[in-house]
């Protein structure tokens, strides 16, 4: 595989990210370690970085920008193959949060900090609710991506 | 800065800031195995070098890190000893940075993360002589493997990841060892570059608890290094040594 | 009955209580960014589109959470709407009642305000579950432009 730059343009900004491209294109996009709506992911987190003060009409800060990279980094570490595509929103403290609403399943996590992360966790089927703080054991934070996972795929299988 | 080092450390470089490195358990995907995302939207912070008169001693200063190093540049240099030079210098010198921080009104250091590095250049001796001999030099690796005639090593790299768990067994960081080919720079000699990290959480959120995981991962690195390698090259070592 | 210390934003500590002459059925009107679909998320489980719990927090300087009061409208004779004043380009308005506030804790009190005569806000420990459950609660009054997900 060969470094490539790709370069996506929004309006009068350029976000660069810079992804492995295999000759064999199918063979990236294919890769269930990077799933192709990790592209669609970082533009959104492009759009979202570009909100001004006040974006929410209730005084919300603009994103942290190291903030956005740390729930970048974290969340590739812990994403299972196959994780269904997050929706990605900016908190009015200037943070990102990712959530999952689907099989029975409510989970959010919000980065804080490169070591802290808030979770919140609902799973209706199970009877299971929890909301905690990470710092730097995210097992457990793995373990429910997991069973999203599972959970979604199970159903799109049985439908 | 400049000014507040300028005495000490006259010399000074600029360089692109490295990524953070943060030590988290559940991981599946280590940095080195997952696509490289950056996201570039501003000129970042620099990493400035701030380097002694003599280029061996260098202070390394980002937005989000501060580092110390010492480096060997000529075969008769000698590194200074942890106890006697290294571990204090480094705290002095990190007292002092947090020192200008307060006195400039920039802000607190909060670590989060404490690392310690040992690079060693390992040199023929006891038999190793190329680098397919891998097996005379580290313990790790499979000796009768190396020694099968059907297989001619060229040469093997190898890496190693240990856990850092505190006394209560809660997850504190990691111990890497990673082992390439290598042939140095100044003189092409053939060598094993063995690199050992220690990386994880500090203790406490202050000097105290970054020193104790810097002497715990830097005792950890010590412990590993006797281990990793063959007992017949410490004797080789030990020899050299007398 | 809930009370609550906030901190405003010249600086000066306000102490709220829940207003029993709210009643439960009062609908409590936040602003949502939704063009772009800013704080909008796809829920499976409900099978709509509905705020992000992100929406229904109270700010990290301490203030609580605003919002508009439904009975103050009426009595204003100013339609919901109306809550979008200033903000009608590219913000949808969801609402949820008293009541459900009040079911997870927290205090519901009036806070006029010159640019909002019917501000109020939604004063307690907000958790995410809390801010989830307020958010899944809730219903459009004017919704956003977006694409029906359900099949």
Not at chain 2, 184 to 193: I, L, P, V, Y
Request: one cysteine or more.
């Amino acid at each position: 595989m060969a470094d490539t730059s790709a370069i996506a343009s929004m309006e009068d900004r350029e976000y660069r990210y810079r992804l492995p491209v295999s000759s064999d294109k199918e063979s990236t996009f294919g890769d269930p370690y990077f799933p192709a709506w990790w592209t669609q992911s970082l533009q959104r987190i492009g759009l979202l970085l570009d909100l001004e003060e006040n974006w929410d009409s209730y005084g919300a800060r603009p994103i942290d920008r190291r903030v956005a990279y740390n729930a970048v980094q974290i969340l590739q570490e812990i994403a299972p193959a196959g994780l269904p595509v997050p929706a990605i929103v900016p908190t009015a403290n200037g943070r990102l949060q990712f959530e999952w609403h689907a099989g029975g399943i409510d989970l959010e996590f919000e980065v804080l900090s490169a070591v802290r992360i808030l979770a919140s966790y609902e799973d209706a089927e199970q009877g299971v609710e929890w909301e905690k703080e990470f710092d730097y054991d995210l097992k457990d934070l793995g373990e429910v991506l997991r069973i999203l996972t599972h959970r979604v795929h199970g159903a799109v299988q049985a439908a | 800065m400049w000014q507040h080092y300028g005495g000490k450390y006259p010399h000074v470089q600029q360089h692109p800031p490295v990524d953070p490195a943060i030590e988290r358990l559940g991981v599946r995907r280590p940095r080195s195995r997952r696509p490289n995302i950056e996201l570039v939207v501003e000129t970042p912070f620099p990493r400035i070098w701030f380097l002694t008169d003599d280029e061996k001693e260098l202070l390394q200063i980002q937005q989000d890190r501060f580092i110390r190093n010492w480096r060997k540049l000529s075969a008769s240099d000698a590194y200074p000893r942890y106890d006697d030079h290294i571990r204090r210098a480094f705290v002095a010198d990190l007292r002092d940075f947090q020192d200008f921080l307060d006195t400039n009104g920039i802000g607190r250091l909060t670590p989060n993360q404490c690392e310690i590095t040992y690079v060693n250049y390992i040199e023929p001796a006891n038999g190793f002589q190329t680098h397919a001999h891998i097996g005379k030099v580290f313990s790790i690796w499979q000796q009768d493997f190396a020694d099968d005639s059907r297989y001619e090593v060229e040469n093997a790299t190898f890496s190693v990841r240990y856990l850092i768990r505190s006394d209560s067994g809660d997850f504190v960081g990691r111990v890497h060892a990673s082992v390439q080919p290598v042939y140095r720079g100044t003189d092409d000699q053939t060598a094993f570059q063995l690199n050992l990290v220690a990386r994880g959480k500090p203790f406490s959120p202050d000097l105290d608890g970054i020193m104790q995981f810097v002497d715990e991962g830097r005792e950890r690195i010590v412990r590993l290094f006797a281990d990793i390698t063959r007992p017949e090259m410490h004797r080789t070592w030990g020899r050299k040594n007398q | 009955m809930s009370t609550g210390r906030s901190k405003l934003h010249d600086m000066a500590f306000v102490a709220y209580r829940d207003d029993e002459t709210i009643a439960g059925d009062t609908l409590l009107l936040r602003r949502v960014p939704t063009n772009p679909a800013i704080n909008v998320v796809w829920d499976d489980n409900l099978r709509c589109w509905r705020p992000s719990s992100a929406s229904f927090e109270d700010h990290e300087n301490g203030s609580p959470m605003s919002v508009v009061l439904s009975d103050t409208l009426e009595q204003l004779g100013r339609p919901m709407e109306s809550a979008l004043s200033g903000y009608e380009t590219g913000f949808s308005l969801a609402a949820f009642p008293a009541s459900l506030a009040r079911a997870n804790g927290q205090g519901v009190a009036r806070d006029p305000i010159p640019e909002e005569p019917a501000h109020g806000v939604v004063f307690g420990k907000k958790t995410k579950a809390i801010s989830r459950r307020l958010a899944k609660g809730s219903r459009w009054i004017v919704p956003p432009d977006l694409p029906d997900r359900g099949i």
